[in-house]
């Protein structure tokens, strides 16, 4: 079993560039979708922004005023950077159990969104900034996962980048389809910035055809288990992984996140469409939502704070 301060810092800097991958996608969508002054546009900003837990984006009077304080702020908790910086001092802090290759992408991306030029770089082209953005974070994935070996630090990057995936996409199905949302969405350009923001255009169309509809993107963000994104595939490997750090270390019954994360994928895997739209989609989302909060609690009472006395020889 390795160190708890370790498992710790891999789970983190998982979820870290996860987060910032999200909100780059976030924020690129809206610019672009900005650029049409209409209100299905409008609705588009008010979804990134509610997304990414703005206090009040229908007071958001310049979209790109917004969206530079959500890339480049440091002192924004949900901005970008600050996200890179978390994802890097994690890194740094583990450095002997990643790659050289993974270190480096993370390192080069991190210096060039802290670096003098960023905010011009972001002026002169804020969509090919961001795309920029994904692209190094893509890479970084690539890296690690091509040259890190699968091992127990691996499962705990893995866990944290798809519980944080998870959430994300949960948040932003419960923003456009919970019952707190202040309009429906039901704009055809709308729901194609929604698909986008998940990554999930070609995907979806490969499946429903030109057919895009709420409830049909609600079902393949939900519940499809092949597209990467969706939350039943990221419960799928969150289970697998769990299952194989649960191998290093004693369990105890009460706090089981492999067991919680078995019973969130039987739910979604069993879950019907036409009961989850007569049951409210708001209240499955939030009981999905509730339970990748409860996964991450039982991860850090067994992994990362447990008490000292479960892990001394007896």
Do not use: F, R, W
């Given at each position: 079993m390795m160190l708890a301060r370790v498992a710790d810092s891999l789970y983190w800097m998982g979820r870290y560039v996860e987060r910032a991958e999200h909100m780059c996608r976030l924020m690129d969508v809206m610019l672009n979708a900005t650029l049409d002054r209409s209100e299905a546009a409008n609705?588009?900003?008010r979804i990134a922004l509610a997304s990414a837990d703005h206090p009040d984006p229908a007071k958001v009077v310049d979209p790109?005023?917004?969206?530079l304080a959500l890339t480049l702020d440091r002192e924004n908790e949900s901005s970008i950077t600050t996200s890179l910086a978390n994802a890097r001092e994690n890194a740094r802090q583990v450095r002997d159990?990643?790659?050289?290759e993974a270190w480096e992408r993370l390192n080069v991306l991190y210096l060039r969104m802290t670096g003098a030029g960023a905010a011009r770089a972001f002026a002169d082209g804020s969509s090919s900034f961001l795309t920029e953005a994904i692209a190094d974070l893509h890479l970084f994935k690539g890296a690690a996962d091509a040259t890190m070996s699968h091992g127990e630090g691996w499962s705990f990057l893995t866990l944290g980048v798809h519980l944080e995936r998870a959430q994300l996409i949960g948040r932003m199905l419960e923003v456009c389809f919970g019952e707190g949302r202040t309009t429906a969405v039901s704009d055809h350009f709308a729901l194609t910035s929604l698909l986008r923001m998940s990554c999930a255009l070609e995907p979806y169309l490969r499946v429903y055809t030109a057919d895009i509809q709420p409830k049909h993107i609600l079902a393949f963000l939900l519940l499809d288990a092949e597209f990467p994104r969706s939350i039943r595939f990221c419960t799928q490997r969150m289970?697998?992984?769990l299952s194989a750090v649960s191998r290093h270390a004693e369990v105890a019954p009460a706090a089981n996140p492999e067991r919680l994360a078995g019973r969130l994928k039987a739910r979604l895997q069993?879950?019907?469409m036409?009961?989850?739209?007569?049951?409210?989609?708001?209240a499955f989302l939030t009981t999905v939502l509730d339970e990748c909060a409860a996964i991450h609690q039982a991860l850090y009472e067994v992994y990362v704070a447990y008490p000292l006395e479960l892990r001394l020889p007896a």
């Open positions: 609705q588009v900003g790109y005023e917004a969206a159990q990643i790659t050289t289970e697998e992984h069993y879950a019907d036409s009961e989850i739209e007569a049951g409210g989609a708001s």
